[in-house]
């Protein structure tokens, strides 16, 4: 089973904001030297690069998309929701202790 | 643009070996700046890290995998594979390679190949 903890759903209406949060322990999240990255995930399709080293953007993701890190937890938000941002969401880091890369639960985001 | 494309049967018997090749095209398989990954996800399901490789051949393996699984690179074919031995029906998943830098984020995915172990 998965290491980091994530809501199994969020939900809110277009143009609102969503947070999603990661929830793991000192060996991977809370590790300073452990980033944590951020995935988007249509049915069928591969996930997509969100966020990576806590907080950075890849070329081409808005900047509705942001991420940080504390503590043992971290918190992708997504503000300005569209329908089209309706997909599964995972965190993701390396784990210290299991010399792994350790996934979180994943979080369906429902625009209503 | 790099892209990565995963090869392989599609089906596999139990306790034999899955194999897969992730071909890569648009970049080099040979730079030092990034490393290759597998992970695979069961349908449905969330995510799992299988292990990773650099240009060198150095890899890194899911503890929890480690005893059935190799990944290799082929720079002269820009190209690394995955194989895990003794398949059970739990290895029925989607299978994806992709492209990372060591400690980041995986930027680069293949399409995704489903592989179901049935006899």
């Known amino acids: 089973q998965s290491v980091l903890t994530q809501p199994p759903s969020v939900s809110a209406a277009p143009g609102q904001k969503v947070t999603i949060s990661c929830s793991g322990s000192?060996?991977?999240?809370?590790?300073?030297?452990?980033?944590v990255s951020w995935y988007q995930q249509f049915p069928g399709t591969a996930p997509k690069l969100l966020i990576y080293?806590?907080?950075k953007r890849p070329s081409g993701i808005p900047d509705r998309f942001s991420g940080s890190k504390s503590g043992t937890s971290a918190t992708l938000g997504i503000t300005g929701l569209l329908t089209g941002d309706e997909a599964d969401y995972y965190c993701g880091t390396w784990d210290s202790s299991l010399s792994a890369h350790v996934f979180g639960t994943g979080t369906k985001v429902t625009v209503l | 643009q790099l892209q990565l494309q995963e090869s392989g049967p599609g089906l596999v018997k139990p306790s034999e070996t899955l194999s897969l090749t992730c071909i890569v095209s648009g970049g080099s398989i040979s730079s030092g700046d990034y490393y290759w990954a597998w992970i695979r996800q069961p349908p449905g399901k969330g995510l799992e890290w299988i292990g990773s490789i650099n240009y060198s051949g150095s890899t890194w393996y899911n503890p929890s995998l480690k005893s059935r699984v190799t990944i290799s690179v082929d720079t002269s074919k820009n190209q690394f594979s995955l194989k895990l031995s003794s398949v059970t029906a739990a290895d029925t998943v989607v299978y994806y390679c992709?492209?990372?830098?060591?400690?980041?984020?995986?930027?680069?995915w293949g399409q995704g190949t489903l592989v179901t172990v049935s006899s």
């Open positions: 080293d806590n907080s």
């Open positions: 000192s060996s991977n999240i809370g590790d300073k030297n452990n980033y």
């Open positions: 992709t492209r990372h830098t060591p400690g980041s984020g995986y930027l680069n």
